[in-house]
């Protein structure tokens, strides 16, 4: 069975700094497109980075030049790095995976919650 496990997730102080990772049992790791996801209490979870299986990050607006995502994929990992947090940063962040040939596999992680408060 595919696991996706996040880690990395807590309570810090806005201005502070995470490091989420990602663990997964993906066979073929290399050939899918991951990205990290959050969900804000009451909103709909929204996508925050996203990294193909080429390796070209893509990012939301609202955390372009605070967050970076990278992979391992050797290691089987992703990884989202975030500064400067925010407040409105605080939410649960989930790993997601999609197969970059056969979209409809896709798998979701059980997600990890920060928190960004003073």
């Known amino acids: 069975q595919v696991q996706l496990v996040e880690s990395g997730g807590g309570l810090v102080q806005p201005g502070g700094s995470l490091r989420l990772s990602c663990a997964n049992s993906l066979v073929n790791f290399e050939k899918y497109d991951m990205a990290w996801y959050r969900q804000a209490p009451g909103k709909q979870r929204e996508l925050v980075a996203d990294?193909?299986?080429?390796?070209?990050?893509n990012y939301a607006e609202s955390v372009k030049g605070r967050f970076t995502i990278s992979r391992n994929n050797a290691e089987h990992m992703v990884w989202l790095e975030m500064n400067s947090l925010k407040p409105e940063d605080t939410a649960d962040y989930y790993c997601?995976?999609?197969?970059?040939?056969?979209?409809?596999?896709?798998?979701w992680g059980q997600g990890t919650q920060v928190t960004v408060a003073s």
């Open positions: 997601y995976a999609q197969h970059s040939y056969l979209a409809q596999i896709t798998y």
């Open positions: 990294i193909p299986r080429s390796g070209r990050a």
